[in-house]
């Protein structure tokens, strides 16, 4: 799905959508989950009937998921707030990705 981010016109609304795109791209050179193991989370979470909102579907999504959990509102907050160069920086601390902004 996120193979495309990188297409979104740059928002003055939304200026964060570059980071994000950064993120994903960044992410994705590593490489993605198989379509199989996506199917089969979604088959799972089809048939769990359960009110879980984020399901891993790929080993990368856990550390993700684990880091934002780990979080106060105040620090997600201060997060988006850095400058794009501080920001980079912290991505590249807390998952060892270099983004290109």
């Not at 959990?69 to 590249?92: H, I, N, R």
Request: glycine fraction near 6%.
């Amino acid at each position: 799905m996120a193979h495309e981010i990188e297409a979104l016109q740059r928002s003055a609304i939304y200026p964060h959508t570059k980071r994000i795109a950064a993120l994903f791209a960044a992410s994705l050179a590593r490489g993605t989950a198989p379509p199989a193991a996506v199917a089969a989370c979604i088959q799972e979470v089809i048939e769990s009937g359960g009110w879980q909102l984020r399901h891993t579907a790929s080993p990368d999504a856990a550390p993700f998921l684990g880091w934002r959990a780990a979080m106060t509102d105040e620090q997600w907050t201060a997060w988006g707030a850095l400058s794009d160069e501080d920001w980079a920086a912290a991505v590249k601390r807390d998952f060892g990705l270099d983004v290109t902004l």
